[in-house]
């Protein structure tokens, strides 16, 4: 930064400084110069369901999707019968994993706590 003196012999003779060059601490002491602006802005959303996991850990097919059962014979169970079974550990399933599951052990899969149902449905 260099300051000249103007040479004016007045008291209220100034140094001439080129504002822009001045340092700053902050944004607030710098001039109001617009540096860009937005002319459009599209805006872009992401969502998911609100479960801990994506997929079966029983059948490894995606939670939303028919269980292995139903995609095998599709006649016997209708995609409404189909449904996730939420544990009160909050694990997801097929419904008709975990009722297999639960036929010859009576933990969750996952983290071997006692299971207990808590929602069921869609």
């Known amino acids: 930064?260099?300051?000249v003196e103007t040479g004016e012999k007045d008291p209220e003779s100034k140094l001439d400084v080129d504002p822009d060059e001045l340092p700053?601490?902050?944004m607030n002491c710098q001039r109001n110069r617009t540096r860009f602006q937005i002319k459009k802005w599209n805006a872009v959303a992401v969502w998911a369901w609100?479960?801990?996991v994506n997929n079966c850990a029983i059948c490894r097919n995606p939670i939303m999707d028919l269980?292995?059962?139903c995609q095998a014979n599709p006649n016997v169970n209708s995609y409404d019968e189909c449904t996730v079974a939420w544990g009160a550990c909050n694990h997801a399933f097929h419904f008709h994993c975990i009722s297999r599951w639960l036929?010859?052990?009576h933990v969750?899969?996952?983290d071997n706590r006692d299971w207990e149902f808590q929602k069921y449905g869609r």
Do not use: G
């Open 67 to 69: 269980c292995i059962e």
């Open 24 to 26: 700053t601490t902050s």
């Open 108 to 110: 969750c899969p996952l």
């Open 103 to 105: 036929k010859t052990r």
């Open 1 to 3: 930064i260099e300051a």
């Open 50 to 52: 609100d479960i801990n």
